[in-house]
């Protein structure tokens, strides 16, 4: 087992102290349990995928296009026509 030596900033310091209290536990415990609950957390952020990422973002409703991006010729015709209401 080996020995570290690690400066906290006061912020650092609030947090480990209200840890502390809610927790009962020695600070080495508070430090160690810390660090394995980062490394879940760091495990899981490196198995994740781009398609992962795009199905959490909020793209709204979506479904508004008058055309698909390899028309989009086809599109700008239409989008004219309704608005030049010909």
């Known amino acids: 087992m080996a020995t570290r ?3 906290l900033d006061a912020e ?8 502390r209290e809610a927790t009962r536990v ?3 415990e508070a430090l160690k349990r810390g660090l394995r609950s980062l490394r ?3 495990r899981r952020e490196a198995g994740r995928t781009p398609y992962d990422v795009y199905q959490e973002l909020d793209l709204g409703p979506g479904g508004y296009a008058i055309a698909p991006s ?3 010729r086809r599109g700008v015709r239409q989008a004219l026509k ?3 209401h010909r």
């Open 26 to 28: 020695p600070i080495s």
């Open 5 to 7: 030596t690690v400066r």
């Open 70 to 72: 390899t028309e989009t």
């Open 12 to 19: 650092a310091e609030k947090a480990l102290r209200e840890v």
């Open 82 to 84: 309704r608005k030049l």
């Open 40 to 42: 879940e957390q760091v």
